[in-house]
């Protein structure tokens, strides 16, 4: 079986010049069973084991107190020395794990998106690095239970549609029929061949290796603290920015600009920046604006965790550092809205409406963390955000161009659903809509070829079938549960500002997919999992944190004296009343 994979690999490359492919699957054999073999010796051999002989075990079951009191001292000196070293171990690996993911999220969309094979074979292999370096160091608390299996299981159903099945069970497949009667043709049903679940198993193998990219970004973005994530949410601002900026100055040079970096087929006259389609930068900016609105409005006001209630002291908060930092949100926040028109995507400007509707409903009433400007703030950030939304209006009908694929989305959405129909339970397989679909191709859509549904949901579904809408329904399930841990009546801090920016623009994100495949774009997937490691981190224990930072240290009284002594001043104490005199002092 294996042998005949290796041949089937080497054809492709031979006659299909998919050099690089085939290379990347190599590698990844060897590095996930490399990484299978170490971390299975990881696991059955900690530091804590080889530390503790059988002899303290035996100690410790005899009936002696003091010997039981000693090994057991001896043991939790050991468990004490194991928790460190594990420590500190996991502090070195800190900014390992951040520097991969400040690569990631810096390269995923210089190349067309990520789209192109190098690219894409880059951020791969970028992937398993950032996944090797979080699980060799056996973080502990960086998944729940429900998370885990959600990963697991977003793993394993591509590997299950390559299972080798006999022939007979392949006949009796919803769908395959119409394969199978072309092999017949073909004279290749007389070989013995075996079939896979998946109408075409190196596309399958493909969506496996590109699953890596949101499971190593989600799982690494878990293992880091809440100082690195907000570092690498910074960082993410300034992707976008320059995106933003770069689709402004294609937007003004023109459908002929070279600022399109000699793309072949992009959406001409609109903001683009690196991707190829409009409605992907769309779906860039909408994720992240949330995120820029909410640390503008916890940037806000804030003054060393103080309610400040002298306005003139308030308004004097804006020349200071924090006030700076408010004002280059702000600054950033319109850059971002402004390159969003500019894309001229009807679903992007609709949502980016919706997010900023949203991100005032939740920020308005909490502004620097305890809504330190009262009631009149809320009611002027609410008439802010609203008059954002109403001004947008006219300028969605202004600037946003009609889609030509607009009027046949759900022409192509009928078809689909026939595909899900025809393939029921199963599907066809992870990665095979673009090549199984035109069996179902309308004439109306003959002059297209349909790479993608235009809605994630239903190519999931076309391609993973009962298993896809499970996992699917499993995966919204815990989002919307997160949103209970999330959302709390405390004092918010910075993080959790950012968290439920992160978790807006999420809820973004899982509308658009469904007009548009903004989630089968590498850069776009690798962003959507970096901002959902943010919205599913602990919230207790940033929570924690921050109530420890905002108590405050009271200073003992050091004077010993009369309650009539001036707050604040300072006297010598005498001495007390049983102190001995010293005689040298008579």
């Known amino acids: 079986m294996f042998a005949r994979k290796l041949k089937a690999w080497e054809v492709r490359c031979i006659h299909g010049g998919c050099v690089w492919q085939c290379v990347l699957e190599y590698a990844s ?19 804590r084991d080889l530390a503790e002989p059988d002899l303290v075990d035996f100690l410790v079951q005899e009936d002696s107190p003091s010997i039981n009191d000693f090994m057991r001292t001896i043991r939790q000196d050991q468990d004490a020395k194991f928790q460190s070293e594990r420590a500190h171990a996991e502090s070195m690996a800190q900014p390992a794990v951040t520097a991969l993911l400040a690569l990631l999220l810096l390269v995923a969309p210089l190349f067309r998106s990520g789209q192109p094979p190098l690219a894409l074979l880059f951020l791969e292999l970028l992937a398993l690095v950032t996944l090797a370096v979080v699980l060799w160091n056996r973080p502990r608390g960086v998944l729940t239970a429900r998370e885990f299996l959600a990963l697991g299981l977003l793993l394993i159903i591509p590997l299950l549609y390559l299972i080798p099945l006999p022939v007979s069970v392949g006949n009796v497949l919803p769908g395959r029929e119409t394969y199978l009667v072309s092999l ?26 590109a699953l890596l990219l949101p499971v190593a970004v989600f799982v690494g973005t878990r293992a880091l603290d809440s100082k690195r994530i907000v570092t690498l949410v910074l960082l993410l601002i300034g992707i976008v920015a320059a995106e933003a900026i770069l689709g402004l100055m294609q937007f003004g040079g023109g459908k002929e600009s070279g600022l399109y970096l000699g793309m072949e087929s992009a959406s001409f006259g609109s903001a683009v920046g690196t991707y190829t389609n409009r409605n992907h930068l769309a779906g860039l900016i909408e994720m992240v604006l949330p995120v820029t609105l909410a640390l503008f409005l916890y940037s806000m006001g804030r003054h060393d965790h103080e309610r400040i209630r002298d306005w003139r002291r308030r308004v004097s908060f804006f020349g200071s550092m924090r006030g700076h930092a408010a004002f280059v949100y702000a600054v950033l926040a319109m850059l971002l809205l402004v ?27 909490r502004i620097g963390g305890d809504n330190v400007y009262g009631p009149a703030g809320t009611v002027i950030a609410f008439a802010l955000g609203f008059g954002i939304v109403i001004g947008l209006a006219p300028v969605f009908d202004r600037f946003a161009e009609m889609d030509p694929m607009e009027d046949l989305r759900w022409t192509m959405f009928s078809a689909t659903i026939d595909g899900i129909g025809a393939f029921f339970p199963l599907g066809s397989g992870p990665g095979t809509y673009a090549a199984v679909f035109p069996a179902f191709q309308p004439v109306d859509l003959g002059q297209w070829f349909v790479n993608y549904a235009h809605n994630d949901y239903l190519q999931w579904l076309f391609e993973g079938g009962l298993a896809a809408a499970l996992l699917i329904a499993w995966l919204l399930g815990l989002y919307f549960f997160q949103w209970v841990k999330v959302w709390t009546r405390d004092v918010w801090s910075r993080f959790r500002f950012v968290q439920v920016g992160a978790g807006i623009g999420l809820f973004l994100m899982l509308l658009h997919s469904l007009v548009d495949y903004n989630l089968h774009m590498p850069a776009n997937m690798v962003y959507f999992a970096f901002l959902a490691g943010i919205f599913f981190s602990d919230s207790h ?33 005498g001495p007390h009343p049983e102190q001995i005199p010293n005689p040298l002092l008579d």
């Not at 054999?29 to 530091?47: E, G, K, M, Q, W």
């Not at 070989?191 to 190196?202: A, K, Q, T, Y």
Request: glycine share 6%.
């Open 29 to 47: 054999i060897i590095a996930c069973f490399s990484l299978a073999i170490l971390r299975v010796f990881n696991l059955a051999y900690s530091p």
């Open 339 to 365: 390159g969003m028109i500019f894309t001229r995507s009807r679903a992007g400007i609709a949502l980016t409406m919706l997010g900023v509707l949203l991100a005032t409903l939740v920020f308005s009433r």
């Open 184 to 209: 017949s043709l073909l004279g290749l049903d007389r070989f013995p061949v075996s079939l896979n679940l998946s109408i075409v198993p190196l596309e399958t193998q493909s969506a496996f290796l």
């Open 541 to 573: 224990a940033e929570a924690a944190i921050a109530r420890r930072r905002r108590r405050k240290r009271h200073t003992p009284d050091l004077v010993v004296g009369s309650p009539q002594t001036n707050a604040g001043s300072v006297q010598p104490s």
